[in-house]
């Protein structure tokens, strides 16, 4: 059984903090490790798709690093905003064409 | 460009009941996937299906039926409602499986009684 962990399970930050979260993923058979934003009464929606081991990517505040030989991909989000709040998801893509996705990381930021 | 489009939002069965919960997409995705939400849970695949034709079985597949007749339908079935098909259904469409991002319906919120 793949298995995808995310942790914390839940986070409360002051706003400007900084915060991450960690993914952790079958390191074997990788294709892709995904990270989704959703909101409460909204559907995900998708920060990043990655690849490659070593990736990095960008999106204003929010960040991704990824290491597949490891398993593990952290998500970093800079000067955390009320807005930020939100379950963030992250999904891993193997040889079998799925996603499996992880439990999620709530984060609250009180103003 | 409507994305993904799921009906109903909101349904309630009563047990031994069957339905169709219907989603449609218009960005022409060979892929296609069906989710349920349940607390403490996440996400977890219920059917998939690479393109028109095929489909398989997630990691819940039982209660559920599927078809994928066209590129932009794939309704999910549900045989014969039971209690513990209470969840939100989540439709998702992609253009290359796993490796492009995935595009979500709205959801439907399912109560069986």
């Known amino acids: ?111 | 460009n409507a994305g993904v489009t799921q009906t109903p939002k909101f349904q309630v069965l009563k047990t031994g009941q069957s339905m169709t919960l219907q989603c449609a997409q218009d960005m022409n995705h060979e892929y296609m996937s069906w989710y349920r939400q349940d607390p403490g849970m996440g996400l977890r695949l219920i059917h998939y299906s690479v393109g028109a034709g095929i489909t398989d079985q997630g990691e819940v597949p039982n209660g559920y039926n599927v078809s994928r007749s066209t590129t932009e339908d794939f309704p999910l079935r549900l045989l014969s409602a039971a209690p513990s098909q209470t969840s939100v259904y989540f439709c998702a469409s992609s253009l290359l499986s796993q490796v492009t991002e995935a595009f979500f319906g709205q959801g439907t919120r399912l109560t069986v009684v």
């Open chain 1, 1 to 111: 059984i793949l298995n995808v962990e995310q942790s914390p399970q839940s986070l409360h930050v002051q706003e400007g903090d900084s915060t991450n979260f960690t993914c952790s993923f079958p390191s074997s058979n990788f294709y892709a490790l995904h990270w989704y934003r959703w909101e409460t009464a909204k559907s995900p929606e998708a920060l990043f798709v990655m690849t490659l081991n070593g990736d990095e990517k960008k999106k204003g505040r929010i960040s991704a690093t990824l290491n597949t030989k490891e398993g593990y991909s952290y998500l970093y989000i800079k000067g955390s905003q009320p807005e930020d709040s939100a379950t963030y998801l992250c999904a891993y893509g193997g040889s079998q064409g799925n996603l499996i996705f992880g439990k999620g990381t709530k984060l609250s930021v009180k103003p």
